[in-house]
């Protein structure tokens, strides 16, 4: 698991970057602008000095990445374990949105999802969603390559159970 260390940042990356340029794509079509929540969440929590008015991108910019990079290892982890594929991808998202939710909340940059505009919702959710399985299917490919996880070896040695794993090898 010690891979995860590298091909976590990796997936993490990879899904930052397709969420990203999704998030870019859907503002053009509906006009929604750049959320800059991100940023001031970042300077909160490092006690920069917060710019009332101002659209620090960088700023923005860096808590997006490595908030994403940084959660991209867990994903690893998961994937390393066994747990790949869509379930473990979906949970994943809930556990990207928690992630925003407690620092922005914590810091009080954001509110409760529950009292957004169900559009503002929807949106976050498809937006993390995506990243959430990018993240996934890179994570799984990468830990794929190390063979059947813990839980997959586990499972392919019970009855009834479905390995999602092909044969094991000898002595595995």
């Known amino acids: 698991m010690k891979s995860s260390l ?50 620090p ?8 990445v490595g908030q994403g990079t940084v959660l991209g290892v867990l994903r690893s982890v998961m994937s390393h374990v066994g747990l790949r594929g869509a379930g473990p991808s979906a949970k994943f998202a809930v556990v990207r949105l928690t992630s925003d939710q407690i620092l922005e909340n914590a810091t009080g940059v954001g509110a409760p999802p529950s009292t957004w505009p169900r559009r503002e919702l ?20 990468l830990a794929a390559r190390s063979g059947p996880g813990p839980g997959q070896r586990h499972a392919a040695m019970r009855p009834g159970r479905h390995a999602d794993v092909g044969p094991l090898p000898e002595g595995g």
């Open 6 to 55: 590298w091909q976590g940042p990796a997936a993490g990356t990879a899904g930052v970057l397709v969420m990203t340029l999704g998030e870019k794509a859907e503002q053009r079509l509906t006009g929604r602008p750049d959320s800059h929540a991100p940023a001031r969440t970042l300077e909160r929590l490092t006690g920069m000095p917060e710019r009332p008015g101002s659209q």
């Open 57 to 64: 991108v960088l700023v923005n910019l860096a808590m997006h």
């Open 122 to 141: 929807v949106v976050d959710l498809l937006h993390k969603t995506v990243y959430a399985f990018v993240t996934g299917a890179v994570a799984d490919a």
